[in-house]
Structures are given as structure tokens and as C-alpha cells.
């Protein structure tokens, strides 16, 4: 029985994701070091982002420049809404992801028609379109310095998320949640109707289904996880900078799934601790930071062509049947 | 009212340059050039390195183009020709590669801090008076100068047998091949006239605009937005929407100062919306 088993598979990974959430939280206590926590919860933000562009990418064959835009969409909705509605924090969530969701609904009307070089760049003309708004309409979002002046965090249900470890907590939660919500979407139908779409979409549209409207779901669905992503990162940050709508933001997405390859689930998140670590290390040596990512991007796109999960899960499949997606 | 003319027609002008070298680029090689704002950026300083050394602005144009078209002709033949099979993803992180490494490339050689050229002596004559507006002399050079490049441009593609030949290779770049032409050749000429073209309109922009790394950026996507608009591979698409643009930034500044980037994403949008192709362009 098929069906059998595929819901064994995906109680065998709600288990999974449990684990990894325990063993996240275990982690501080440890090795208790605000350096180690402070890039978890980093990774988290930007892991949910580059696995929900790996929706678009990865899953939909649907080349997205400009997914910054709702990375920042969150993070600015959220903080606005936390400093001038003074809302709570699960309401002030759940209104930020329906408001990415309503932007990447119009976006995506306009841009999931077209073909693949034209969808890059129009999402990034609307990724800049954004940034200039974020710039320019100084009143709302404070122009170039940014939603200043803090993002208030009222406790919530016993959680509160001005204490670091309790943001950390969460950071880990939305991290491992967002994660098996993806990961449940893509092993569903739907997910499947991504991959043959990206395969053959002329075939997939002669079986009957409406390519471009499962591309929008697709696309919408990308744009409302990704907005989490900014929500998390501005809470860490108690903040959101013009920087998070800027082009080079779906830039570091895209290198983040080409370091961690999209063939496997995880690739992604593991692009994205990488992808830090390397950010970290670098930064501490040079202010040429640009330079010196420039060329491991080089070096990963033009020498080894593929991430660090593909050559994993290859040595896997070397030694035994492996599992691919 | 004049005075904003012109001003749109400069910035239109300038785009146009820009646009036409990456619209051809995409014509020929099917292949957007992200790093196209990066050429122009380059331009921009060879063209100020070599005015500050010698102190003539021709030689600095010349350079500055020459400079950035060879760099166009290495970046298409060392790099971008690897990545011509694979998917656009592989060239869109080259091209991210490329404009990471060239701002902080240029912000290591020429710092960075703002920098401004200064107008040549032989500009500095007294504005030309028309219908109320004043009109500096270097604009009607700038416009001449584009016009006539844009001129040369559609005359090389449609009339001479090269344009023919770049436009065979466009069309069907295996039967070309079989018939004896090297089309690598073909697609390294066209970069490199597409980089000499940004980095003409970049000596040509220094001028008037100040620089500063990073700078190609705002240009790469009103360079986008003009091809657009104008339809992708298509010359004379390419110039009638650069001053579409132009005018538009002109005299939205006064309307919508700070809303005129907006503008221009709503003009591309509802383009888009009515003719997915563009103005000019065939299919989208």
C-alpha cells in the first residue's frame, strides 16, 4: 500500500524534525555561547528563506531573482506592526505572512506567465521596486536607516521573546516547523505537479492541469514561508534594514541553494549555515568581503557545478540505493 | 518644460547605450547579462583614470570604451561561454560573481567615496538658449554622439553582410556553424560590443553624474525595464523606450519626486501586462 507508506515516511520525519528541534535546544546548555546561539537563530531566518526560494527553484524549475522582496515584506509588515499598531506577536505574525502572501499573489500574477529569463529579472525589477518604496517613503519605514528604534516583544503565552534563549527556542521551533510544512507540501500531490511542471510543463498542461496557476500557488507559498524568514531575522534583530529588500539579499539565496544543492531537502538550510560560516570567517579577515565570495561563487558554479549535498547524497547512492527527490 | 526635455533625453540617451548592448547580447546569445551595469561602472572610471592622467576627454572616452569592450570580449570567452548549456541559474550566479567582485574591485583601486570628474574644458561654453529653457552644450554633444551610435547600430545589423551573419547566428547558430562561421567568435564580438557600448555610455556619463561603487546596479535595472519595455532584442525597441524612460524620470522628479523609480516599474508593468513581448519584441 502506497499510502501506507508514505504516511509511515512522513510520521517517521514529523519524528525526525522532533528530534532535531531537541537536539537544537539542547544545544546552548551544552555548550552555552551567545556566539553559537546568535547563528542559530541566524541560520534559522535564512534557512526557512533558502528553502522556501528551493520551492520556486528547486521544486518549480522557476528561477526566482527577487525573493528578497518577501524576506523583507515580513520583516517590515511585522516590525510596523509591532511599533505602530502595538499588536501581539502571534497577530502581528499571521497578518505579516498574509500580507507577504497578498504581495506575492500580484507579483506572481504578473511574472509566473512569462519565460524563464524574463520571470528573473521582472521578480527582481519588483525586489528593486520595493527597495525604492522602502527608501523612499521615509515617514513609514525610515528611508536608509531603517525601522529604528526597536521592535517592541511583548511576552506572549509564557514566551518572551526579549530573552534570548526563549528567541532561540522559537527561532528553532519556526525553523523545524516551516521546514516539515515544506517538506509535507512537496511530498504532497501538489508538490509532484511542481516537479512534472518544471520537467514538462506542456505535458503536465495536456493531463489537464492550469500550469500557471499552480506555478502562482507555488509562488505564493514561497513568498509567504520566506516572509517567517524576514519576521524571524527582524526579531533578532529588533529591526528591519532597506538591506533586506536589496538585490543581493536573493543573490545569497540563490548562492545558498547552489553551495547546498537542491537535489536533497536539507540542501538548502546546509547552504545556509555555509554560506554564514563563511560570512563570518571572512568578514573577520577582510573588508573585501564581495571579492572573496565572488570568487567561491565562481569556484562553486564554474569548477564543481554542484552543491555539498550532491556530492553527498552521490557517495551515498555509491554505496547503497539511496533516496533521491 | 525644455530643460526638462533635454534632461530626459540625456538620461534616455545614456540608457539607450547601455540597453542596446544588452538587448543585442540577448538577441544574439539568449543570455541576459547581469553584469552589464558593472560595464558601464567600469567605463565610468577607466574614463575618469584616464582623464585625470592626460587630461583629455576624447582619449578618455576611447579608452574607456576600448577598456570595457576587450573586458566584455575576456569575461564572454573566460567565463560566461562555460555556462551557455547549463541552466540560467549557473549564469545568473556568474554574473552575481562578477558584480560582487567588480564593486569591491573597483573600491580597492579608486576608494569608496564618491567621486565626480568635473566638466572638460572644452564643454565648458555657454548653455545654448531655446523657448525659455537652457540647454549645457556637452547634452547636445551627448544626444548627437548617442544618436548617431544608435544610427551606425541599426544600419551594421539590418544593411551589412557582419549584421547579417550576427543575425543568422541569432536565428540559428548551428546551421551558421555548419555553414563554415565560427559562431564563438560571433557571440565574443557581440559582448564585446555590448561592453563597448556601457562602457562608452559610462566616459560619456562621467560627466555629468557622479560615481561611486555600486553605481551600476540602478542602471543594470533601468537597462532591464528599457529592454522590457522595448522588447527584447530589438535595437530600435531599445531607443524608443530609453526616452520613454527618460522623459518619464524627467518629469516625474517634478510630479512624483519620490515616487518616479515607481513610476517606471508601473509603466513596465502595465506594458507588460498588454503586450508580454514589448513594444518592439516578437515573442515572450
Known amino acids: ?17 522532533l528530534a532535531a528541534f531537541v537536539l537544537l535546544a539542547l544545544l546552548p546548555v551544552v555548550h552555552p555561547s551567545k556566539a553559537l546561539v546568535d547563528f542559530v537563530i541566524r541560520m534559522a531566518a535564512l534557512g526557512i528563506f533558502a528553502s522556501s526560494l528551493n520551492i520556486l527553484i528547486g521544486y518549480g524549475g522557476m528561477v526566482s531573482f527577487g525573493h528578497g522582496m518577501f524576506f523583507a515584506s515580513g520583516a517590515y509588515a511585522f516590525g510596523l506592526l509591532m511599533q505602530k499598531a502595538g499588536t501581539s506577536i502571534p497577530v502581528a505574525i499571521a497578518l505579516a505572512v498574509l500580507f507577504s502572501a497578498a504581495l ?3 507579483v506572481g500574477a504578473i511574472c509566473v506567465r512569462l519565460k524563464e529569463i524574463y520571470f528573473a529579472f521582472l521578480t527582481l525589477a519588483f525586489q528593486m521596486l520595493l527597495h525604492s518604496l522602502i527608501i523612499s517613503w521615509v515617514p513609514l519605514t525610515g528611508g536608509d536607516q531603517g525601522l529604528m528604534g526597536g521592535i517592541p516583544r511583548p511576552p506572549f503565552l509564557g514566551i518572551d521573546l526579549a530573552d534570548q534563549f526563549h528567541l532561540y527556542l522559537f527561532a528553532c521551533a519556526a525553523l523545524v516547523l516551516c521546514l516539515l510544512a515544506m517538506r509535507h507540501l512537496m511530498e504532497s500531490p501538489f508538490g509532484y505537479t511542481l516537479r512534472m511542471i518544471r520537467d514538462n510543463a506542456p505535458r503536465a498542461q495536456f493531463l489537464g492541469i492550469q500550469v500557471w496557476r499552480m506555478r502562482l500557488a507555488a509562488f ?3 513568498g509567504a514561508f520566506a516572509s517567517i524568514g524576514g519576521i524571524l531575522m527582524s526579531l533578532f534583530v529588533s529591526g528591519a534594514y532597506p538591506e533586506f529588500a536589496y538585490w543581493t539579499m536573493s543573490g545569497e539565496g540563490i548562492f545558498m541553494l547552489m553551495l547546498g544543492g537542491m537535489s536533497a531537502f536539507l540542501g ?4 545556509t549555515a555555509l554560506l554564514l560560516f563563511l560570512n563570518d570567517v571572512v568578514t573577520r579577515f577582510t573588508e573585501y568581503y564581495g571579492l572573496t565570495l565572488g570568487i567561491v561563487i565562481l569556484l562553486f558554479a564554474l569548477v564543481f557545478r554542484r552543491g555539498v549535498t550532491d556530492f553527498a547524497l552521490d557517495a551515498v547512492q555509491r554505496l547503497g540505493p539511496g533516496k533521491r527527490t | 518644460m525644455v530643460t526638462q526635455v533635454t534632461s530626459g ?5 545614456l540608457l539607450f547605450l547601455v540597453a542596446a548592448g544588452l538587448t543585442l547580447i540577448f538577441g544574439v546569445l539568449k543570455i541576459v547579462n547581469f553584469t552589464h551595469g558593472s560595464f558601464y561602472m567600469l567605463g565610468a572610471y577607466l574614463a575618469y583614470a584616464v582623464y585625470q592622467a592626460s587630461g583629455s576627454f576624447t582619449l578618455a572616452v576611447l579608452c574607456a570604451a576600448a577598456g570595457v569592450g576587450l573586458f566584455g570580449l575576456a569575461f564572454e ?3 560566461m561561454k562555460r555556462v551557455y548549456g547549463s541552466n540560467v541559474l549557473m549564469q545568473l550566479l ?14 580597492l583601486i579608486w576608494g569608496p567615496e564618491f567621486k565626480s570628474m568635473g566638466m572638460p574644458a572644452a564643454f565648458q561654453r555657454p548653455p545654448i538658449l531655446l523657448a525659455g529653457g537652457v540647454i549645457p552644450f556637452f547634452y547636445v554633444f551627448l544626444i548627437a554622439i548617442a544618436l548617431a551610435i544608435g544610427g551606425a547600430l541599426g544600419f551594421g545589423i539590418a544593411r551589412t553582410r557582419i549584421g547579417k551573419v550576427v543575425r543568422a547566428a541569432a536565428h540559428n547558430p548551428s546551421m551558421v556553424s555548419a555553414l563554415g562561421i565560427n559562431t564563438g567568435v560571433i557571440y565574443g564580438a557581440v559582448f564585446a560590443l555590448g561592453g563597448l557600448l556601457a562602457g562608452l555610455a559610462g566616459a560619456l556619463a562621467a560627466p555629468v553624474r557622479s560615481m561611486a561603487p555600486g553605481m551600476g546596479f540602478s542602471i543594470l535595472i533601468e537597462s532591464f525595464i528599457v529592454t522590457v519595455i522595448g522588447g527584447m532584442g530589438s535595437i530600435v525597441g531599445a531607443l524608443v523606450a530609453a526616452l520613454m524612460i527618460g522623459l518619464i524620470r524627467a518629469f516625474g522628479s517634478i510630479g512624483f519626486p519620490l515616487f518616479t523609480e515607481g513610476l517606471m516599474f508601473l509603466f513596465m508593468a502595465l506594458i507588460l501586462i498588454v503586450k508580454p513581448s514589448g513594444l518592439f519584441g516578437k515573442d515572450a
Open chain 2, 9 to 13: 533625453l540625456i538620461i534616455g540617451m
Open chain 2, 77 to 79: 570567452r573566460l567565463f
Open chain 1, 268 to 271: 538548502p538550510l546546509v547552504g
Open chain 1, 220 to 222: 505564493v507559498l514561497a
Open chain 2, 94 to 107: 556568474v554574473c552575481y560573481a562578477f558584480i560582487l567582485i567588480l564593486d569591491d574591485a573597483v573600491k
Open chain 1, 1 to 17: 500500500m502506497p499510502e501506507r507508506a508514505e504516511r509511515r515516511s512522513l510520521a517517521f520525519e514529523t519524528g525526525l524534525a
Open chain 1, 104 to 106: 506575492a499573489a500580484i
